[in-house]
């Protein structure tokens, strides 16, 4: 009874997802391909949260920066043409001064506002989005020369609203790919017929177990004294504030090469919209996983990214179903996200204000 | 002496108040018509003045800005789609809305209290999530509820009501035309500006009686009003219930002024837009006065009223929604990052 009472949010999700597959007739191999490519496509982003929850800075809405970092450096490499696997590494090796860059300021900020930094970030990221806005809309092609007419509004100045990613679409995705065939067993038969994308999941493992071991370090014991204690963690010698500020870099850096992963899946960049979801997804994926603002696992960012878009991908047909109507379904899931957050963020503030009052 | 004139003014009012004298000359030595420009500015004013305002209750009961606005936005939207859905025209049906929208607002705000009292210290992530997911819950019910009025369905099929609907003969302006007159080539739009001076009155009324001064205490120093009898958590309930009371007026105002009700996700950043005008006016996160939501409201809008037709002539290009959203996050971000002064015992 305590595990459930523990694992109340993946369990209901569970339930949620499962009756929303039911209700959308949706095949199990439609189903179960869509999802193990969204697997693939945004656990990393969601991954990337987990360091800043341990360095008790809560959720890092400014993920959307990392995200914002991913984008200027796919839009360079599309500028010079850089194409496959090596334009893709490309990308992600651009991204990484862009996103220490990001990283770094939000880390300042998020000092100078201790014990707000959730809001701090969620509003880092409107506010970054609108100086991106400035750059990519107004300064490219007037201030910032950029050669391939192509890729400019009519104007001539400003990204156009879509820009194809094709020449590096699917670079690790399709890199190799295995898929069952024949299985006869009972329970494993349901993988038969599945793509596999096995280099990115290979690539995600990697980060999985790069992150678990980051906390065997000393950097990593950091983190956690720094996120149990500032206080003692001061006393105990550890530089607080640049500790801090080295967990947002490391978050930023992640949503950067999560963002491009996740980009190299579509095929094209919304210039003005691919990233201004990804901190609210990802947070509330991360949530549903079991997480909660101080607390935070590999394991539930992969359970919660699981569910979370098993959610996304049941909603519309379901509603269709139920209520008669696919928009009610979209809805149904931005209000869930949302949702998620919401409560989350309450139970958290409301547990720790109990807590106060207990002592 | 140049400090003291800097902190009194606050250094993002002077550099907004600056930057809308630099748009101001820039306007006029381009030529254009500034009749019309100053006009469209007071509309602007008006327009948002309420919801600005809303803010103050629960900053001065200490418990921020009202980052959960939308609560009430969303019963003023009710309330003017009611008034629609029922027939009703002219100030009937302008009453009616904002009749309706108050006591919706009031309950709204009184559930969004509940949830204030059990969240001390982090109502503005909470508030601003859960006006997220109020927003995206009420995009079901648009699309769900059984309107039937032709001027808000869909023509072809469809369902549910349209994202913006015209009011276009119902109550449209109303209030700006009321009384009002031309001076220099400038509409003063009279009825709604009178508007925002009553409920300016009201709420500086409101904020002298025993109740409105025992919330400010209680933002300022809520452990000295525990020991001296006053109950915390009620106050706070009474600023919420204000707040989101006043919003949902102040989205009937608004949209009778722009002539069309906004649904859907249109609600979605409008408590940060509030919150913005009230910071750029010289409010902290901690105390707010009437002058400041005013001063404010009129810099944030001025700006973005002149910014459009400025850029155009100067930059071929729309900046204005740009500069809104790094003007308005701007501002929040520097009060979030500045040392909280005063009496905040929590």
Known sequence: MRHVQKNIVPIVFIILCSVGFYYSGLSWMFFANDLVTRLARNSFLVISLIIPVLAGMGLNFGIVLGAMAGQFAAFI?????????A???MACVISIPFAILFGWLTGILFNKAKGKEMITGLILGFFANGLYQLVCLIFIGWI?????????????????????LKIWQYAIDKFYVFKLKGITIPGLKYLNNINFPVLTLLIIALLCAGVYLLFKTKLGQDFRAVGQNRHIAKIAGIKVDRVRIIAVIFSTVLAAWGQLIFLQNIGNVQVYG???????????????????????????????????????????????????????GEYFRVFIAYGVIGIALALHAWQRLAKKKNE | MGNEFLNRVGIPRLIISLF??????????????????????????????????????????????????????ICGLIGATLAIE???????????????????????????????NRVKGQE??????????????????????????????????????????????????????????????????????????????????????????AMSIVGSNPRFAEASG????????????????????????????????????????????????????????????????????FLFNGLLVIALPVANVALNSDISEIMRVIISNGIILYALSRKEVGGDAR
Request: hydrophobic letters at 55%; aromatic letters at 12%; glycine letters at 12%.
């Open chain 2, 86 to 116: 029922m027939d009703l025209r002219g100030f009937t049906a302008l009453f009616f809305a904002i009749g309706v929208s108050i006591p919706l607002g009031a309950f709204a705000g009184w559930l969004y209290g509940l949830l204030l």
């Open chain 1, 87 to 89: 334009g893709f590494l």
């Open chain 1, 274 to 328: 691919s990233h201004v979801q990804v901190g609210t997804f990802a947070v509330a994926a991360l949530l549903i996983g079991g997480a909660s603002v101080s607390r935070a696992t590999i394991g539930q960012a992969l359970l919660g990214t699981v569910l979370f878009h098993a959610l996304f991908i049941v909603s519309p047909l379901a509603g269709k179903n139920i209520m008669g109507s696919a928009q009610v």
């Open chain 2, 124 to 213: 503005m992530t909470v508030g601003t999530y859960m006006g997220f997911s109020i927003v995206s819950l009420m995009c079901i019910f648009w699309l769900m509820a059984p309107y039937s009025s032709p001027e808000m369905i869909w023509p072809y099929g469809g369902d549910g009501l349209r994202v913006t609907v015209v009011l276009d003969g119902r109550m449209e302006q109303l209030l700006d035309r009321f009384l009002s007159f031309t001076i220099y080539g400038m509409d003063v739009p009279t009825g709604l500006l009178l508007v925002t001076a009553l409920s300016c009155f009201l709420l500086w009324l409101f904020l002298r009686t025993r109740t409105g001064l």
């Open chain 2, 230 to 297: 006053l109950s915390v958590n009620k106050y706070r309930m009474i600023a919420s219930i204000l707040s989101c009371a006043m919003g949902a007026a102040g989205i009937v105002i608004y949209s009778q002024s722009y002539g069309f009700i906004q649904l859907y996700q249109a609600p979605l950043y409008m408590a940060l837009y509030s919150v913005s005008a009230i910071l750029i006016g010289g409010a902290s996160l901690q105390r707010a006065t009437i002058t400041q939501a005013l001063i404010g409201t």
């Open chain 1, 144 to 164: 910032i020369p950029i050669s391939n007419k192509a890729l400019l509004l009519p104007s001539g100045v400003g990204f156009v609203n879509t820009l194809d």
């Open chain 1, 77 to 85: 490499t599309v500028v010079y043409n850089m194409t496959g696997l």
């Open chain 2, 20 to 73: 809308l004298a630099f748009l101001v000359a820039a306007a006029f030595s381009f030529g254009l018509p500034m009749g019309q420009i100053f006009s469209a500015m007071l509309t602007r004013f008006g327009m948002n003045a309420l919801l600005v305002l809303a803010m103050i209750p629960t900053i001065q009961a200490g418990a921020g800005p009202n980052f959960g606005l939308p609560f009430g936005i």
